[in-house]
């Protein structure tokens, strides 16, 4: 059971979870997982990844509501996105519970890593404003759905921050584009994966209850911030280096866990 403490952290936490997914259209489950682990003190990997893979489902919807309204999402698109990815985020999901849960976060922090070089890489590619999802262009989005479906699904994340470049890579719309109609998949691979984990009674519901009512704030600051700083690379360069310093903290943490386990 929570104490009075860690409820006030879960609420912190969900708040800078619905930030980050309003902002970016990613990071939810990079933040989430490990502050339920580290932060609000979760001691099982698996309930931290259930409960906030719950959790970012409901921020990455309010997220796309925000969003939706003003005007950044390409529905098309979100959605042959998120059908395509469904089915890997369910078959993912099943391999990561049956996985270690510390090797699990230690692959997850190497992951963020290379993700962060790649967002620093592509900060000033500037899209095509009036980008569509059609014929030509359907067996990439649908490819790229599917792949990163089944990876959002093994690490119990939402995916947006492969999401994002997944829909850049397939369609060429704007970076703001991307952010919103990405929503639409996270949001569906993220209860896909959450129901999994639910049904192996891995997630806890007073905590996911947190983090989505902390979320709702963050998610309408997020949005709005998003579309101020659309224009520019310093966004992502700030969450790359997030992502960065997260990663490194999960790297030493999970490692020494599966160094040293009788001190886990």
Excluded at 126 to 131: K, Q, S
């Amino acid at each position: 059971m929570l104490d009075t403490l860690h409820m006030v952290l879960g609420v912190l936490s969900g708040a800078l979870v619905g930030f980050s997914l309003g902002l970016v259209g990613g990071g939810g489950s990079i933040l989430a997982v490990p502050l339920m682990v580290y932060l609000v003190g979760v001691k099982s990997p698996h309930i931290a990844i259930g409960t906030s893979a719950l959790a970012v489902a409901a921020n990455a919807a309010l997220g796309l509501f925000n969003h939706s309204r003003h005007g950044t999402v390409k529905w098309r698109c979100g959605l042959m996105y998120a059908g395509a990815g469904i089915a890997g985020a369910f078959a993912g999901s099943t391999a990561g519970k049956a996985f270690d849960g510390q090797r699990l976060l230690f692959l997850f922090a190497i992951v963020m890593i290379v993700v962060g070089i790649l967002m620093l890489r592509r900060r000033n590619v500037v899209g095509i404003e009036d980008a569509q999802c059609n014929r030509g262009n359907a067996p990439k989005v649908l490819g790229y759905g599917l792949g990163t479906g089944a990876f959002s699904g093994f690490f119990g994340i939402g995916g947006g921050f492969l999401i994002v470049p997944g829909l850049i890579a397939s369609t060429s719309m704007p970076m703001i584009n991307a952010v919103g109609t990405s929503l639409v998949a996270v949001t569906a691979f993220g209860l896909t994966t959450a129901l999994n984990y639910a049904f192996s009674g891995l997630v806890d519901w007073l905590l996911a209850a947190l983090f989505i009512g902390g979320g709702i704030i963050g998610s309408l600051a997020g949005t709005k911030a998003a579309k101020r700083l659309s224009g520019g690379g310093h966004l992502t360069s700030v969450f790359a280096s997030l992502i960065f310093v997260v990663a490194a903290y999960m790297l030493l943490k999970s490692g020494s866990a599966l160094i040293y386990p009788e001190v886990r």
